[in-house]
Every structure is written in C-alpha cells, then in structure tokens.
C-alpha cells in the first residue's frame, strides 16, 4: 500500500493526518463493538477474514464504541475492553502500518454522516433488521433510539470510506443490505456520492454458534452461560468449554445442522480453526466418539488462540505503544471520511465552511 498526501496539504510541514492511501486498491472497512471480550465467533466470523484480506485491500479496522453504548456499558470496563480490543486485533495479525487501526468516537464524521443518512433512510426499512428485535427482546428495559438507528451509524462507518467490501459475519449481512439501500437513494438525488459496498461473509464460519446452545449464535454479551469461548480465555478454559458443549443422543459425527446442530458446530470450528473441509474433518473423526471429537476440536482452538493470546498480553503491557496506534489510526482515517463528508455537505446545500 501506498501512502500519500491528501489533495491540497500543505507540501511542507504536513503531519500524518494529511496522509491517505494513494494506490487503486478496493477498499475495506469493518469493526466489532467493544461491548465485551472478542469470542471466538467474532475471530473466525470475521478478524481471521480482515488479516486474510489485509495484504490485497486497504483496511480500516475500528473498534465501534459509539455503537456499543446502544446497550448499557460500565464506562471503566468499556474502556479497558476498547484497548483490549486494539491489542487483540494487532495480536490476531493485523499490522497497524498497513492497516488502519482506529476507535470509532475518535472520527466524528462518522456520528456527522450518521445524521444525515438518518434523513434518508425510513422508520420502516429500520423496523424490518433483526438485531433491533433481537436486541430489543434481551433489553427490554432499554429500547433506545440509538438501538433502532444503529444501521444508519454502521451504514455511515462504511460510506464513509467509500468502501467496497465489509468483511462480516452472517448476521450483519442485512445491515450491509441496508446500508446500499441508503446508499443508493441518496445517490439517486444527488449523483454518484457513495460507493455501493458489498458483503464478505466467509463459506465456514459465517455463524458460530453458542457451545450450550447450538441453535443460537455465539456471543459476546452472553458470555456467563458457558456457550462462549473468548480470544484470551486460559487452555484449560477452553478444554473444559468444549468437553461441556452439548450435542446429541446419537454417535455419528456428521454435518448435518438441522438434525445435529451442535455436532455441526463443532465440525465447522474444528474445520476453519484447522484449515480442513468440512468433509476432510468427518472423515478424520468417522467411526470416533463424540469424547476424542470434542477432546481435538478444544485442542485445535487452543493452539489458533494460544499465540494471539500470549501477544495481545504483551502488547497490553505496552499502553503507550497502543495509544500510537489509535492516535494515528484516528488521523489517517479522519483524513479519508473528511473528505466524504465535505463532498456529503456540499451536495445536501450547506454552505462550505
Ligand atoms: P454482542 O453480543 O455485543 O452483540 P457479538 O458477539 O455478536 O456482540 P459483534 O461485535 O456484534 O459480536 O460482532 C463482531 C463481528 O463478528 C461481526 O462481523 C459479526 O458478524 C461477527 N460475529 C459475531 N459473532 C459471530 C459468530 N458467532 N459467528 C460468526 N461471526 C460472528
Ligand atoms: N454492527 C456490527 C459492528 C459494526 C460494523 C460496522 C461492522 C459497526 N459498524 C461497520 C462492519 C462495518 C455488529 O453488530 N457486529
């Protein structure tokens, strides 16, 4: 990747936030919200495709704290998580001099844009996203607006960039959908604006499901019921989460989600962890109890896990090195969504400052 001046920079004396990716590359960006520890369907849902990714496109990574506080956060932990959150994303292998690696309230085009596009889109595209009902059904002492309008902010993280592909997993693939709707009207008023992004959701690992309970998804926020497996958990840990994952009455080990989800769950985990086929893994396990399956599958994860854990406590160790990363991050990236958003001001009528 090639970095650059932005246009019109002063040619002398310039600091890093006049500094902007110049070569052709598609663009990227996603994020996960700092809302609790990273899990294991976060890494392989999503951060193993960005470190994949990040040497073909240029990346923006961002820790989405303005969408976190959507749902009650302890303003301590919140902050603790966020720079966990940082250490683990570089851990996992992204490199901070390629990628743009940045906290989200840090760039406040995004909550600038975020309003604008809440002009364009409609109460009724927002009712139909089933992280709202979702959401709202767990929180239910809590359903703020922030909670319904949370779309819009993800839509304006992604336009803002201008970006072409958003590596999620499945259950944000209708919030990618959306946010090209948005995308979309606002171009048919005002010219090509925005760039119309697409999904990049992996073919294994698109949805990991919770270990006690295989019909649903693996979650940060339901880390207390044993279901989860978390980016910093001890190898023990880990053992024990897998020996307890439920599964089923029968002996086969075969993928077969409607009949035996959480042996599927299992087959897929070790499949992506390990590098295998689904197919190449009921092989290697046919004819095996469900003990030594799970047994492996623990193993498996606890060697994926085991460098990034020992990395990210390393880098923890080193806070003024993380504060380096995010404070540059915040200014290349403000740099870029600057540039939209002026382009974004001056097409809806307001006057340029
Ligand atoms: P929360 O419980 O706070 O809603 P979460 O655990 O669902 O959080 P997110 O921050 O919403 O995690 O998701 C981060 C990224 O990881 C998103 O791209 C999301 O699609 C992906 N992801 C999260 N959980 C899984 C999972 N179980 N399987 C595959 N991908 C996942
Ligand atoms: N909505 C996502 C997190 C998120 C995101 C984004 C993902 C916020 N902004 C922009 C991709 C692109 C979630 O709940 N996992």
Known sequence: MVWGLRPHAPASNHNIKDLIFMDDRKIILSGIKPSGALTLGSYLGAIKNWVELSDTYNCYYMMADLHAITVR????????????????????????????????????????L????????????LSRMTQFKDKSQKNADNINAGLFTYPV??????????????????????????????????????????????PFI?????????????TSKMSKSEIDNG????????????MRAFK????????EIRYDVKAKPGISNLLQIYAVATGKSIPQAEQEFAGQGYGTFKQAVGEAVVELL????????????????????????????????????????????????
Request: aromatic share 8%; hydrophobic share 40%.
């Open 227 to 238: 279901g989860c497996v978390c980016l910093m958990d001890k190898p023990e840990d880990i």
């Open 202 to 214: 992996p073919k294994v690992g698109a949805r990991i499901m919770s270990l006690q309970d295989p």
């Open 306 to 353: 085991r460098p990034v854990r020992e990395e990210a406590q390393r880098l923890l160790a080193d806070k003024a090195y993380l504060e380096k990363v995010y404070t540059e991050g915040a200014q290349k990236a403000a740099a870029a969504a600057n540039r939209t958003l002026r382009k974004v001001y001056k097409k809806v009528g307001f006057i340029q400052k």
């Open 73 to 112: 956060q302890d303003p301590a932990t919140l902050r603790r998580t966020t720079l966990e959150q940082i250490a683990q994303y570089i851990a996992c292998g992204l490199d901070p001099e390629k990628n743009v690696i940045f906290i989200q309230s840090h760039v406040p085009a995004h909550a600038e």
């Open 153 to 198: 902010l993800m839509a304006a993280d992604i336009l803002i960039y201008q970006a072409d592909l958003v590596p999620v997993g499945d259950d944000q693939k209708q919030h990618v959908e959306l946010t090209r709707d948005i995308a979309n009207r606002f171009n048919g008023v005002y010219g090509d604006v925005f760039k119309l992004p697409e």
């Open 114 to 125: 975020a309003w604008v596009l809440n002009c364009y889109t409609m109460f009724g595209e």
């Open 244 to 251: 307890r994952a439920v599964t089923d009455s029968e002996t």
